[in-house]
């Protein structure tokens, strides 16, 4: 159950937590959606199968199960909340690794899709938190 929602709970959290950082907050949003986009972008380009079939629709992109949506998504944003130094983030690596093996455990996802999908994720929401950085240097704040 962790695993099916602990993607949206981390999230709320996040979202709780970077309130009063506004240009944290902003690129937070905007990379849940682009790192969502970049998934389904992922799933229909590598059309790698699901260990089951969830989805009989070859047109629908949760169809392919590489890589992990929800794997990318608790990586992206468990990195960048730490990077961020939210309160207790370091608890969200345990979502993540229970969110991963949920998925597998689930049949829904293959090791090697949820693997995939953490390390899509975690490279997203590194570049999400360089993007903090580089405006932070541009404008000589801390």
Do not use: C
Request: hydrophobic share 50%.
């Amino acid at each position: 159950m962790i695993g099916m929602y602990g993607v949206i709970l981390v999230d709320i959290y996040g979202v709780i937590q970077l309130w009063e950082r506004p240009v944290s907050l902003s690129i937070f949003v905007l990379f849940i959606a682009a790192n969502e986009y970049l998934n389904r972008l992922l799933k229909t380009t590598i059309q790698e199968e699901r260990p089951s079939e969830l989805i009989s629709d070859k047109t629908d992109s949760t169809y392919y199960g590489m890589p992990s949506g929800h794997a990318q998504h608790i990586f992206f944003s468990a990195l960048y909340l730490q990077l961020e130094k939210v309160e207790y983030a370091e608890l969200f690596w345990l979502v993540a690794l229970i969110t991963m093996y949920e998925r597998v455990a689930n049949n829904k996802h293959t090791i090697k899709q949820v693997l995939a999908g953490a390390m899509v994720g975690f490279g997203v929401g590194y570049v999400a938190h360089q993007l903090i950085m580089i405006r932070i240097k541009a404008n000589d704040i801390i």
